[in-house]
């Protein structure tokens, strides 16, 4: 979140905490994110239900596991644009693209305020 105060914290000291929070951030969280709600949890659904549903009903599930009241919606939108990437590619390479680049600039925007 945009507005997180440890997030801010964290970049505001620079140097090694700054790349350590880039890549957690950028590559390692919308990484596991990706397998756990596309690749498992949106594979899972779309078995018993059609893949439009299944993608409302993981992007729900995206954004309550983020526990962020004012972002819901955001990451909402988020977790339906990254669930259609990987219903039309078949691969995780796709979301996890668009998931990275969505963290980046949030941290862009964080660092920037």
Not at 38 to 52: E, N, Q, V, Y
Not at 75 to 87: K, N, R
Request: one cysteine or more.
């Amino acid at each position: 979140d945009a507005y997180d105060p440890i997030l801010k914290e964290i970049l505001s000291n620079g140097g090694t905490s700054r790349l350590v929070c880039w890549f957690l951030y950028c590559v390692i969280a919308p990484l596991s994110e990706e397998i756990i709600y596309r690749g498992f949890l949106l594979t899972a659904l779309s078995s018993s239900m059609k893949w439009r549903n299944a993608v409302v009903v993981s992007s729900v599930m995206f954004s309550v596991a983020h526990l962020s009241g004012e972002s819901f919606f955001q990451l909402f939108v988020v977790g339906c644009i990254t669930g259609l990437a990987y219903y039309r590619t078949g691969t995780l390479a796709a979301s996890f693209t668009i998931h990275s680049l969505y963290n980046a600039a949030i941290l862009f925007t964080t660092m920037m305020s």
